[in-house]
């Protein structure tokens, strides 16, 4: 029996809210149907809390003009229609990108005493995940205390933390007492079920105490944060809004603790235009410009997945584009983006040799019904964020899988101005690798949210090699504003395991981690001990920048290695210079 894939209730993440789509378009055919009320993002301005209250929802402010609103599902055309709401947006599922590198990455020597002597002290870590194993003991200090400051699992029933509305927060004194404890769980019940969260903080944080400091990680003595997310009875992925809340939160501890911090979401998603113009891209661009923050997210595992197509069309021309669905699939989609001012039509064929029909603009939304599936199709609008348009297909099975076997996309042209277009299909950890494109293209393949702007974005490469990992996402060939900043070790990576010990692990998402932690020694050095108090954000990104490795047989910066790799003690000894060339004369005001 193949193992069987499905998207959540939230399976379709789109813009559908026009006031005249809200009317004609059913809700029930993308999410749950017994499902009433749902969140949506919205961008406002004015009063939302009172806009609505006057419909019966719930608004949660995360950001200035940004809030989460839960929301009758069969109100969202009203809620549109008040001039307080600009945008909006339905949340996005995103799944975990992936499942001694020190040397290689240059930080041992950082971390030496004759060295910078830097540790991570007086940092916060955050970690927005699948959880932490606080029990492990590379988590505690030497005196057995945990260096996990909180936890918040949104997974759980419980007390919230203070200005949100779900989930479970626990905080240092409550998980010392749960270590004391004979029955730690009956404290503190947060358990990291998936082990993803855990290796990533073991890679940014751990300490080493199970192996005698021979596994150290690279801030060993930074405080942790950890962000279980999710919501209640969905563990194995979360939504958009769920990353956005869990921003919030560890934003504001390091406020209010007079802390800088990292941030490290090892999550990914392909459902978007990849320009980073969503709503959610855009929230995590303007947060990270909150406090002393930065926040870094892997470019994910989709370089040689096979779910990118990228082409072009000419006036008059039809093309196709084969597509294979693997077996087990229950729910799936293909994310088409154009050029608004070009026009074409899109068909499917499907694994039997039936048509879905032609469907163009003039049908907006069109269900195409089968015996065992159902396949939606809905042609978006350009929005005042993005002038490009959407095409979504959205497969959805009414019973067994989606039948397995080679489908068609094909694209007729009518009057074509630019021709240029492409299509994404869901990530491996949705459809797996057996679901791809016959003739796919490697670039254009960070996943969502590592697209958005001012963040850290880190590839993976094999440090035992030099190579680039053929899974890691690869940015643009033509745009510089959309490739790697830097790239770090990623394979057969040694951390931290839920239950004690060690264990390796590959992707991107172990690659992010070691650039975490050497954002919280760059922070320690420049902030904590006040040799460049503007240390995070953007001026941190450029430091790792310039300090990476370069080799002399590739150009930089390139699609696939960004600016290098990772190497900070070279970063280090330019943040050095920098501040002995008395640059900063604000410091010596």
Request: glycine share 10%; hydrophobic share 35%; with cysteine.
């Amino acid at each position: 029996m193949p193992k069987r894939y499905k998207n959540s209730p939230y399976s379709k993440m789109h813009d559908l809210f026009t006031a005249e789509t809200s009317e004609q378009f059913n809700f029930d055919d993308f999410i749950d149907p017994s499902v009433n009320e749902i969140e949506v993002i919205a961008k406002f301005n004015g009063d939302i809390k009172s806009v609505v209250e006057e419909l019966g929802g719930e608004a949660e402010i995360i950001y200035e003009n940004y809030a989460i609103v839960t929301i009758d599902k069969t109100k969202i055309g009203r809620l549109n229609s008040y001039s307080q709401i600009e945008h909006l947006e339905l949340p996005k599922n995103l799944y975990f990108e992936g499942p001694n590198n020190l040397s290689s990455s240059c930080i041992t020597s950082v971390q030496r005493p004759n060295g910078y002597n830097l540790s991570g002290r007086g940092v916060f870590v955050a970690i927005i995940d699948s959880g932490i194993d606080y029990m492990h003991p590379d988590f505690r200090n030497p005196d057995g205390t945990s260096r996990v400051q909180f936890i918040w699992d949104q997974t759980q029933t419980g007390t919230p933390p203070v200005g949100f509305f779900s989930g479970a927060e626990y905080n240092n004194q409550q998980i010392n007492s749960a270590i004391q404890s004979e029955d730690p769980y009956l404290i503190v019940p947060s358990i990291d079920t998936n082990g993803h969260g855990t290796a990533v903080a073991g890679i940014a944080a751990g300490n080493g105490r199970s192996s005698g400091g021979l596994n150290i990680g690279v801030a060993p003595q930074a405080d942790i944060i950890a962000v279980k997310v999710g919501y209640k009875g969905y563990e194995s992925f979360a939504r958009s809004t769920e990353l956005m809340r869990a921003l919030k939160y560890v934003i504001d501890k390091g406020k209010r603790f007079n802390k800088p911090i990292c941030v490290n979401m090892s999550f990914g998603m392909n459902n978007g235009s990849h320009e980073g113009d969503s709503l959610f891209e855009t929230f995590i661009a303007e947060i990270s410009a909150e406090w002393k923050t930065s926040i870094i997210i892997p470019t994910g595992n989709e370089g040689a997945a096979g779910h990118h197509y990228s082409g072009a069309v000419e006036t008059n021309q039809v093309k196709e584009i084969d597509f294979f669905i693997a077996p087990g699939i229950d729910s799936m989609y293909l994310s088409l983006w154009k050029n608004f001012v070009d026009s074409f039509s899109v068909e499917i064929i499907f694994p039997d040799g039936t048509s879905s029909g032609i469907v163009g603009i003039e049908s907006q939304t069109k269900t195409v019904r089968r015996p065992n599936f159902v396949l939606h199709i809905f042609y978006g609008q350009p929005s005042h964020y993005s002038a490009a348009q959407e095409i979504f297909f959205v497969f959805n099975s009414s019973g067994e899988p989606l039948r397995a076997g080679i489908c068609k996309l094909r694209v007729h042209a009518q009057t074509i101005v630019n021709g240029h277009f492409e299509v994404w299909l869901p990530t491996l950890e949705e459809v797996t690798d057996d679901t791809f494109f016959s003739n796919p293209s490697i670039y254009n393949t960070l996943t969502i949210p590592s697209t958005a702007l001012k963040v850290i974005r880190v590839a993976g490469y094999n440090d035992r090699v030099g190579n680039i990992a053929v899974f890691s996402g690869k940015g643009s060939v033509t745009q510089e504003s959309l490739i790697p900043d830097i790239a770090a070790p990623a394979v057969d990576i040694l951390s931290t395991k839920t239950g004690g010990g060690y264990d390796t692990f590959t992707g991107t998402s172990v690659a992010a981690p070691f650039v975490t932690g050497s954002a919280a020694l760059m922070m320690e050095w420049g902030i904590v001990n006040n040799n460049d108090p503007f240390l995070y954000g953007e001026r941190l990104k450029a430091f790792l920048r310039i300090g990476a490795t370069r080799r002399k047989d590739i150009m930089y910066p390139n699609a696939s290695f960004g600016y290098g790799n990772l190497c900070l003690e070279s970063t280090m000894n330019y943040l050095n210079d920098y501040k002995l060339g008395g640059d900063y004369f604000w410091l010596q005001i």
